[in-house]
């Protein structure tokens, strides 16, 4: 991290890449990150989320609703790595400026959404990512990605809103909890301790990719003080999520019997609590996005 952040103080950028290159490296990150929320949304079977089974504890989302707003962030994420890619250096300049796009982007989503929030969180993260992304060019260390955010999530913004209302903002107060500003600024540590571990393991003993994803969201929510979570259900609910998820994980994830009895039971309890796990699932988006981020730069998708 030291290292990366004397990377950034410096005024230079990552080696020189062409110009063509790099419009077509932000629309691929862009056409990326839409493709992870849209795949998100659908992966099933999420507890108390949206998904192809039905809304979760959402009463006002609905799957199309939640594909139209990812839909509906791409050129913002287009811009936000256009922006990195632009920066000679990480500085508070290039935080603004990732910081007006990504308000901007709030506000599109705000409009195909009819006011409802979809996808602020997930936003933060892969704006964050994005940037990075944008900033390191053709690199295929996911770390130094996370890392990079990191770096630019700490920089100052003058123009951030102090107080937004958001649910999370008040979970963040109420509870004493970091909640996403804090994942960021921590370097994504969930999506690259827990997150990426969990979905590779699971790919490395056989599981489908669907099972696969949902174990890692599951790990996820087993070890992440989810303000969405806190929001909706206090510390009490949250403890119950947490331990519901981890039960799932110890019979053996959803590929198994066991596990999709415990999902089951893990199901009932959210439903019961209107419990949803938020802040799970934006991180579930950026672990996908990382995963795949790889596999993008290197020519081999």
Known sequence: ???????????????HVSSVFADEFAETIGDLAV??????ATLSPKPGLVDARGNGAHADMSLSLMIA???SLHDGFVEMARAG??????DVALRERLGALGRDAEATMLRATGGINTHRGAIWALGLLAGAAGWLGNTRNVNAVARM?????????????????????????????????????????HVLD??????REARGRGDAEPTAQVNALLAIMARLDDTCVLARAGRTGLADVQAGAEAVLDAGGIGTLAGRRRLHDLEA????????????ADLLAATLFLDRLCAVQSGED
């Open 35 to 40: 493709a992870v929320l849209v795949d998100e």
């Open 149 to 189: 955010a990191a770096v630019i999530a700490r920089l100052p913004d003058r123009h951030r809103p102090l107080h937004t209302g958001n649910k999370g903002e008040l979970a963040r107060a109420a509870y004493g909890v970091g909640g996403a500003r804090e994942q960021a600024e921590a370097g994504f540590p």
């Open 194 to 199: 827990i997150g990426l571990p969990a979905l």
């Open 1 to 15: 991290m030291a290292a990366l952040a004397s990377l950034a103080r410096r005024d230079i950028r990552p080696p």
């Open 85 to 90: 890619q632009q920066a000679r250096r990480i």
């Open 269 to 280: 309890t959210m439903q019961a609590r209107h419990a949803s796990p938020g802040g799970s």
């Open 69 to 71: 707003s990812a839909h």
